[in-house]
T-cell receptor
Framework: GAVVSQHPSWVICKSGTSVKIECRSLDFQATTMFWYRQFPKQSLMLMATSNEGSKATYEQGVEKDKFLINHASLTLSTLTVTSAHPEDSSFYIC????????FGPGTRLLVL | GESVGLHLPTLSVQEGDNSIINCAYSNSASDYFIWYKQESGKGPQFIIDIRSNMDKRQGQRVTVLLNKTVKHLSLQIAATQPGDSAVYFC????????????FGKGTSLLVTP
C-alpha cells in the first residue's frame, strides 16, 4: 500500500504556543488529504479535508482559525494547532487518498 | 446523526482460532467500506475494503462480508495469530460525499496463546 509519513511523531508544548504537524505522501501524489483526531480509547474523528491548492473543508465544530491547514503541494499537508491548550492534547492522524485512504503513523500532542 | 457502530467492543480468541468482528451501519447511501487495524500508538493500517456492489471479498487470511439488506459488515480473520491483536475499525464512505470516512467505535481483539 501507499506510504504516508508524519512529523513529528510526538510533541510537547506549553499552553498558548503553536504547533505544526506535517503529513507527507511518500510514494504517491495526494490531491486530497484528511486530518483526524483520536482521543484515548476512542475512534477517529474527521477534522477536515485538505485539498491541494484550495482551502480546507472543516467538519462541524472544528475551528478553522485554531486548526490551520495548508496543502501547498501534492505530497504535503500541514496542520497547525494555534494557541494550543491542554484540551487540544490528542493523537492527530492524517491520511492520503490513493484508491483508498492510507494513514500516517500519527502525531501525539501533549499541551502542558 | 447516522453512524457506523460495532456490536462487540472487545473480543478474546485463542491463537489458531478464527475471529469474526462485526459492524453495523445505518446509512443506506454508503457505498464503500474499509476495515482498518490499529496497534497501540500507531496509525490505522488498511486491511481490506469492499464496495456495495459486492457481498464478499477475500484477502490473505481475511474475508469481508457485506449484507446490505441488514446493513451489516463483518471481518473474518482465519487462524488468528498473536500479531493480530489490535483494535479493528470499520469505516464507511457515503456515496457522492467526497472521500472522507466515517469510523465506527472499534473492537479490541486480544489473541491469547
Amino acid at each position: 500500500g501507499a506510504v504516508v509519513s508524519q512529523h513529528p511523531s510526538w510533541v510537547i508544548c506549553k499552553s498558548g504556543t503553536s504547533v505544526k504537524i506535517e503529513c507527507r505522501s511518500l510514494d504517491f501524489q495526494a490531491t486530497t488529504m484528511f486530518w483526524y483526531r483520536q482521543f484515548p480509547k476512542q475512534s477517529l474523528m474527521l477534522m477536515a479535508t485538505s485539498n491541494e491548492g484550495s482551502k480546507a473543508t472543516y467538519e462541524q465544530g472544528v475551528e478553522k482559525d485554531k486548526f490551520l491547514i495548508n496543502h501547498a503541494s501534492l505530497t504535503l499537508s500541514t496542520l497547525t494547532v494555534t494557541s494550543a491548550h491542554p484540551e487540544d492534547s490528542s493523537f492527530y492522524i492524517c491520511s492520503g487518498k490513493q484508491e483508498t485512504q492510507y494513514f500516517g503513523p500519527g502525531t501525539r500532542l501533549l499541551v502542558l | 446523526g447516522e453512524s457506523v457502530g460495532l456490536h462487540l467492543p472487545t473480543l478474546s480468541v485463542q491463537e489458531g482460532d478464527n475471529s469474526i468482528i462485526n459492524c453495523a451501519y445505518s446509512n443506506s447511501a454508503s457505498d464503500y467500506f474499509i476495515w482498518y487495524k490499529q496497534e497501540s500508538g500507531k496509525g490505522p493500517q488498511f486491511i481490506i475494503d469492499i464496495r456495495s456492489n459486492m457481498d464478499k471479498r477475500q484477502g490473505q487470511r481475511v474475508t469481508v462480508l457485506l449484507n446490505k439488506t441488514v446493513k451489516h459488515l463483518s471481518l473474518q480473520i482465519a487462524a488468528t495469530q498473536p500479531g493480530d491483536s489490535a483494535v479493528y475499525f470499520c469505516a464507511e464512505n457515503i456515496q457522492n460525499s467526497g472521500y472522507a470516512l466515517n469510523f465506527g467505535k472499534g473492537t479490541s481483539l486480544l489473541v491469547t496463546p
